[in-house]
């Protein structure tokens, strides 16, 4: 049963720490996303990655935050410092971008990563 | 995302009803997606919708994409207490797979 994994599914921090969320996609995925749910606002995208290439980070407050991909079995996000409006669950969603089905694919979400920030 | 949204905001109903939830978008809709979410959890993916008239089916759960591609509707047949949770719908605008969402629509169903 192949699913998206997300470490750590919970994290309680205090302002100005640095926070790295890990995802692994399900294996033989080449994209991979970064969403935030919050009450306020929703489910947003964040960034996301093709073939490990970023595509589009324009939802990414630039100053604190980064995204990356080591290798295509990890996706990483970074808040660094962190603030207390970044509490939030932070999803990663995988999908396997197939040319005899674009424009769309089926996206496949993780458990999500519960951010607290103090 | 106000490009998308979501009807009704929450919806209460008897165990064995039916019932429906709407999405309209302002912009064509290339790639419609369904999900389910409870609450402190993930996103279940439950359909994806990409031609206009297309109708899609998994066990009494039906999502339809209308001919104009603008509006995809959940209808749910008999209800049970295991349908409750949050219905979300993600929408692709720009045929490039990056999802906006709805502000979900949050089911109950009452035994």
């Known amino acids: 049963d192949a699913r998206v994994t997300q470490t750590p599914r919970h994290k309680v921090t205090e302002m100005g720490q640095e926070v790295t969320m890990r995802c692994q996609p399900i294996?033989?995925?080449?994209?991979v996303f970064w969403y935030r749910q919050t009450m306020m606002q929703g489910l947003e995208l964040l960034a996301y990655?093709?073939?490990?290439?970023?595509?589009?980070d324009s939802g990414m407050p630039k100053d604190r935050f980064s995204a990356e991909m080591p290798d295509a079995t990890l996706a990483t996000l970074k808040i660094q410092p962190s603030e207390p409006r970044d509490s939030a669950v932070y999803f990663c969603?995988?999908?396997?971008?197939?040319?005899?089905?674009?424009?769309?694919?089926?996206?496949?979400f993780g458990p999500g990563t519960r951010l607290t920030v103090t | 995302s106000q490009e998308l949204e979501q009807s009704p905001q929450s919806l209460i109903v008897q165990e064995g009803k039916n019932l429906t939830i709407n999405c309209t978008s302002s912009?064509?809709?290339?790639?419609l997606y369904w999900y389910k979410q409870k609450y402190g959890e993930g996103l279940i993916f439950l359909m994806m919708?990409?031609?206009?008239?297309e109708e899609k089916s998994h066990e009494k759960i039906t999502a339809k994409l209308d001919e104009k591609k603008q509006q995809s509707s959940l209808h749910i047949t008999a209800s049970q207490p295991s349908h409750a949770g949050i219905y979300l719908c993600?929408?692709?605008?720009?045929?490039?797979?990056?999802?906006?969402f709805g502000q979900g629509t949050e089911l109950s169903v009452k035994p």
């Open positions: 912009k064509t809709l290339y790639g």
């Open positions: 919708l990409q031609k206009g008239g």
């Open positions: 993600g929408a692709d605008v720009d045929q490039g797979g990056k999802l906006i």
């Open positions: 990655f093709r073939n490990r290439a970023p595509l589009d």
């Open positions: 294996l033989g995925h080449n994209t």
């Open positions: 969603a995988s999908g396997l971008v197939r040319k005899d089905r674009l424009p769309s694919y089926e996206q496949y």
